[in-house]
């Protein structure tokens, strides 16, 4: 069975449900292909005493507030309660639990595959986020070491690690909140490719979109690059992460050179470990979009900014600063979103012009 609409938006998370949004006040004819089971996209998979880099009020979708945090900076259940409820505040069409496996051009449509039928769209927007592909380095080694290895997408809490002689890879936030929690329980070693850089106290979220922004709209009008996030640093200092500052463990140590049978080797110099957790970041999952033939030398999908050079029809909405700036956050997609729908609202009122 085909189901026809205007647009198809693969993915129900925070950048799909920003596109609906949107989409719905166009008047649109749309649907949302999700592939899980229920409301939130990534943020029920989070480990329970993640926090956001931002308090609530500026961590909302376009149209609606995100409900205050009475304490400090909102917990990763608060976010899936309020997406959940932004779903059916604003009776997004949502297909749940749908997997979608390929787009493919069939003339003037794009054709979207999965494993509970087909739908025939005029655009698509592919919403789909990195979660689903978290990113594991091939390291020397790592086929070696007898412990446990578990990538942050495996962490639940600091409980299960209580006694142990644990390892935390990577310098970027999750990591840094992960030495913040695991050095609790556990003996905690962090390793870095190179210095974790701090940013400024009080520096939070909002700053940091607010940062990109300025320097979207300098590039954008051939202005001298002013600098983006990164000249201020890599973490947000959260309190959890202030805390562990405080108790002195967010000293970080040169990555290693391998891994051992019984832990990690500097050289000749030895570090017992049990668990090794790589806090190594994420890719984009845009497996589905195989069909396409988007990428480039590079490996990646060229856009313009949300609009895939290779296929006009299909935009990539949330999945990083390549698609908007801030992207793949709370705060930042609503803002991107509005674009892409309204660049959507031109493309199909071309096509419905007479000739």
């Excluded at 919403?127 to 412990?147: C, D, E, H, K, M």
Aim: hydrophobic share 40%; net charge positive.
């Amino acid at each position: 069975m085909t189901t026809n609409v205007d647009v198809v938006v693969i993915g129900g998370g925070q950048a799909g449900l920003a596109a609906g949004y949107y989409l719905r006040r166009a008047g649109h004819r749309f649907v949302i292909l999700d592939d899980q089971e229920r409301p939130g996209g990534a943020w029920p998979h989070m480990w329970s005493s993640l926090h956001l880099f931002s308090p609530a009020e500026f961590a909302s979708l376009p149209g609606w507030p995100m409900p205050r945090w009475p304490d400090g900076f909102p917990p990763a259940r608060h976010v899936v309660d309020y997406l959940t409820a932004y779903e059916t505040r604003y009776g997004l069409p949502i297909e749940r639990p749908v997997r979608v496996q390929a787009v493919r051009r069939d003339g003037p449509d794009l054709l979207v595959d999965t494993d509970r039928g087909q739908w025939r769209a005029r655009r698509v927007i592919s919403a789909t986020g990195t979660w689903q592909r978290p990113f594991l380095p091939s390291y020397p080694g790592i086929n070696v070491f007898t412990g446990r290895q578990l990538h942050t997408v495996d962490y639940r809490s600091a409980a299960e690690f209580t006694g142990s002689d644990v390892v935390v890879v990577g310098g970027g936030n999750s990591a840094a909140q992960l030495v913040a929690e695991i050095s609790t329980t556990a003996r905690t070693i962090w390793v870095t490719n190179r210095p974790p850089r701090f940013l400024p106290d009080g520096v939070d979220g909002r700053a940091l979109f607010e940062l990109a922004s300025r320097r979207a709209v300098a590039l954008a009008a051939g202005r001298t690059d002013p600098g983006g996030i990164a000249a201020l640093g890599d973490i947000v200092m959260v309190p959890e992460v202030l805390a562990a500052r405080e108790r002195g463990v967010l000293t970080a140590l040169p990555m290693f050179d391998r891994l051992t049978v019984d832990g990690i080797a500097w050289g000749e110099r030895h570090q017992r470990a049990d668990v090794v957790v790589w806090a190594t970041g994420f890719r984009p999952a845009l497996a589905h979009l195989r069909p396409l033939r988007l990428r480039d030398h590079t490996g990646t999908v060229p856009v313009a900014g949300t609009r895939a050079l290779k296929e006009p029809r299909l935009h990539l909405l949330g999945y990083g600063d390549w698609t908007g700036p801030g992207s793949a956050t709370l705060l930042g997609v609503g803002r991107t979103a509005k674009a892409a729908v309204a660049d959507l609202d031109l493309d199909l009122d071309l096509d419905t012009r007479p000739a």
